[in-house]
């Protein structure tokens, strides 16, 4: 298998899982913005000239969710998902896929009205409203988590995904997490794993 990656976007996810998995690949780094990531050649790969993507043979996947499903069904032997049919699987579906529906997009709007843009351009306004809709879709995690060290029973892929929107939103974007005692615990619980710890400093 093939990594594409970049730090502090989606790929860490893909790097983290694989490591969690102890599976070999190769990665090809670029430094987030390079024009490398616009080139026709890897356009071919990802059409948005993003990361991550994945080439697994003759299969190249390029969004982050279907990436982790497609290692899990092909590579995963029954590792990093509850048992299908049970009350954790559910659970699991529930916060696999809750980060890219609801904490990524205000993440994605936060990054560009605070990092991306320049300052001429950027929309305070927009950056509020962002920081507001975040901070309420985390105490749903925040509640849930309540009692639990894991979103769906044990460690799980519904970790890997929704947990690393919480840990980006606590040490990339600085997010304000003084009321939200159990999502602190369980980013420090996260950030403690080896595989996220080799998976972010790639």
């Not at 090809?28 to 790969?45: A, H, N, T, V, W």
């Not at 954790?88 to 529930?94: C, D, H, I």
């Not at 009321?179 to 420090?188: C, E, I, R």
């Not at 619980?189 to 998976?199: C, D, G, I, M």
Request: with cysteine; aromatic share 8%.
């Amino acid at each position: 298998m093939k990594l594409y990656y970049a730090q502090n976007t989606r790929a860490v996810r893909i790097a983290w899982l694989l490591e969690e998995l102890g599976l070999p690949y190769e990665i090809e780094k670029f430094q987030l913005g390079s024009p490398d990531m616009r080139s026709p050649d890897y356009r071919k790969i990802h059409p948005m000239g993003r990361v991550p993507a994945l080439e697994d043979g003759d299969i190249t996947l390029f969004e982050s969710g279907a990436i982790v499903q497609w290692v899990l069904a092909v590579h995963g032997n029954g590792r990093l998902q509850p048992t299908v049919g049970t009350k954790e699987f559910a659970q699991y579906l529930q916060w696999f896929h809750y980060c890219e529906g609801m904490i990524m997009p205000p993440i994605n709007t936060i990054v560009v009205e605070t990092i991306l843009l320049p300052p001429e351009r950027r929309n305070e306004a927009n950056a509020k409203r962002a920081i507001k809709l975040l901070s309420q879709m985390l105490t749903a995690v925040e509640t849930h988590m309540e009692g639990r060290d894991y979103l769906a029973g044990d460690f799980s892929a519904a970790d890997i995904m929704t947990g690393h929107s919480v840990t980006v939103s606590r040490e990339m974007l600085k997010l304000d997490f003084s009321t939200l005692p159990n999502l602190s615990a369980y980013a420090d619980r996260l950030l403690a794993r080896p595989a996220l710890q080799k998976a972010w400093r790639l």
